[in-house]
């Protein structure tokens, strides 16, 4: 191989390798502009490191591949630290992020393999760029109103009065029309006196979740309300 044949080769890597970079970087700011728990360095390195192990696996002779293949299985447990269940196990985080991830990692690859496939991983960059981004708005202005959400409300035990605090917050989403899917009531705390009710509820179009906690903070003996997805 001549000089000049040299430094074309390593210059085309070299070229694939800082590619990488800033497409993982791009995806990786997307998803720190969302406050998720992978972000720019991660995505960055997913796809560097993966379109590094690609350019590896086109120079070693005789692996057909294989060494690239590790880095699918490989990418799979880093996606996995990012997926976060919540404590009663009702709700899944993270998930968008790991499989950015995953799609990080099969650009990068694409990208060290170099011609044609690195022109399909620059297409697949825009797509999953607009996918983490005008598909989450398209999801939150159409898909997000016929979704089951899921919330959390404290309730404190009253006086001897009669009413129940769970069947008044029944009755309130039902006069919003918002259908109660399932209903689960803690124990009652000995110490603070107050029971934790865990509903999934169906919204209509017409209600947004601070119509809903608003109307119901109104109720009495309601002390917290959270939002779970």
Known sequence: ?????????????????????LIGGCIGIEREISGRPAGFRTHILVCLGSCLIAMIDTVVPNTGGR??????????FLGAGTILRSDRGNSVHGLTTAASIWATAGIGI???FGPPMMWFACVA???????????????????????????TVTVTSPAETGTSPVADLIACLASMNAKVRSLE??????????????ARIKMPRDQTRETVAAEIAKLKNISDIIWDN
């Open 1 to 21: 191989m001549s000089a000049i044949q040299f430094l074309d080769h390593n210059t085309a890597f070299i070229a694939r390798m800082i590619l990488a970079v």
């Open 67 to 76: 060494i690239a293949a590790q880095v699918v299985t490989g990418v799979g």
């Open 110 to 112: 694409s990208l060290g």
């Open 125 to 151: 960059a825009v797509l999953a760029l607009l996918t983490l981004s005008v598909a989450g708005v398209f999801e939150d202005a159409v898909l997000r109103h016929n979704q089951i959400h899921r919330i």
């Open 185 to 198: 009531i803690d124990d009652e705390n000995s110490e603070t006196k107050t029971r934790t009710a865990h």
